[in-house]
T-cell receptor
Framework: GIQVEQSPPDLILQEGANSTLRCNFSDSVNNLQWFHQNPWGQLINLFYIPSGTKQNGRLSATTVATERYSLLYISSSQTTDSGVYFCAVLTTDSWGKLQFGAGTQVVVTP | DTEVTQTPKHLVMGMTNKKSLKCEQHMGHRAMYWYKQKAKKPPELMFVYSYEKLSINESVPSRFSPECPNSSLLNLHLHALQPEDSALYLC?????????????FGPGTRLTVT
């Protein structure tokens, strides 16, 4: 099956700092989603981005499907950005089975 | 509205109990999913329902029994669970179970088996 690797595994940021999270995948994908899991366990949809670039406030994402990676940018980080960020992909033969990466644990300190 | 609701939020059950988890969505989605998430791990798919029919069972033990009574509702019936089944159980939905459609997750049920 498809492999999804996220880096870095852990990230500690001071409030106001910028950061980039990376997601590499081993095969062509048709869906790619970025999620933020808050400390209470809720998975929040950040982006649905199988290709191209999207922005939502302080967050933006870019997927280069031909090179099999996606990047999530966090600018001017806030303590509420703390949590785990997951990348998840679908391929045409997945039948809805999202394959998640291991996640990036982000801690934003005041 | 992109909301998936789950009840209960927390559940503690003994190994001999029978309980059920409930998931509901009113987005008109025809695909619904159960995922299991252990601490410090990503979610793992358990079941997929497409148009109220079970389409994927990821070799889940029979002590977990899913049910989709209608297009808005998904249940997970639990019986004779083991302590290692303690986890966060997440429900999700999407328009259909194929590529091109975003999955939306509920807040989860945190299950503890004693």
């Amino acid at each position: 099956g498809i492999q999804v690797e996220q880096s870095p595994p852990d990230l500690i940021l001071q409030e106001g700092a910028n950061s980039t999270l990376r997601c590499n995948f081993s095969d062509s994908v048709n869906n790619l989603q970025w999620f933020h899991q808050n400390p209470w366990g809720q998975l929040i949809n950040l982006f649905y981005i199988p290709s191209g670039t999207k922005q939502n406030g302080r967050l933006s994402a870019t997927t280069v499907a031909t090179e099999r990676y996606s990047l999530l940018y966090i600018s001017s980080s806030q303590t509420t950005d703390s949590g785990v960020y997951f990348c998840a992909v679908l391929t045409t033969d997945s039948w809805g089975k999202l394959q998640f990466g291991a996640g990036t644990q982000v801690v934003v300190t005041p | 509205d992109t909301e998936v609701t789950q009840t209960p939020k927390h559940l503690v059950m003994g190994m001999t109990n029978k309980k059920s988890l409930k998931c509901e969505q009113h987005m008109g989605h025809r695909a619904m999913y159960w995922y299991k998430q252990k601490a410090k791990k990503p979610p793992e798919l358990m079941f997929v329902y497409s148009y109220e029919k079970l389409s994927i069972n990821e070799s889940v033990p029979s002590r977990f029994s899913p049910e989709c009574p209608n297009s808005s509702l998904l249940n997970l019936h639990l019986h004779a669970l083991q302590p290692e089944d303690s986890a966060l159980y997440l429900c999700a939905s999407s328009q259909v179970a194929t590529v091109g459609y975003e999955q939306y997750f509920g807040p989860g049920t945190r299950l503890t088996v004693t």
